[in-house]
Nanobody, 120 residues
Framework: QVHLVESGGGLVQAGGSLKLSCAASGTIFRVNDMAWYRQAPGKQRELVASITRGANTKFADSVKGRFSISRDNNKNIVYLDMNSLKPDDTAVYYC??????????????WGQGTQVTVSS
């Protein structure tokens, strides 16, 4: 079982910055892709950014140029640096990780979510 714990959310004014962290713990064999999703009230959960184990990244168009994603493979931590935040970025942000066990089976895990609120 793998547990993901997010931290770093909070309230920030428009134009400000926040850094989210997500640490994976438990019985870990290999963490592959990691990602951040977000869900605003009344909207579907959407992918914000993802990063492979080899540090290849993808971003939603709405955050390109403002957000960056990075990871520490040794510590199984993924980060999301959010800059030039806008009120539209307000949402619960969820960490996602794809874990492979020693038999090659992959399982997706989710964190509990952290609230990010951007005031205008």
């Amino acid at each position: 079982q793998v547990h993901l714990v997010e931290s770093g959310g909070g309230l920030v004014q428009a134009g400000g910055s926040l850094k989210l962290s997500c640490a994976a713990s438990g019985t870990i064999f290999r963490v592959n892709d990691m990602a951040w999703y977000r869900q605003a009230p009344g909207k579907q959960r959407e992918l914000v950014a993802s990063i492979t184990r080899g540090a290849n990244t993808k971003f939603a168009d709405s955050v390109k140029g403002r957000f960056s994603i990075s990871r520490d493979n040794n510590k199984n931590i993924v980060y999301l640096d959010m800059n030039s935040l806008k009120p539209d970025d307000t949402a619960v942000y969820y960490c996602n990780a794809i874990h492979s066990n020693n038999l090659g089976y992959s399982t997706a895990y989710w964190g509990q979510g952290t609230q990010v609120t951007v005031s205008s």
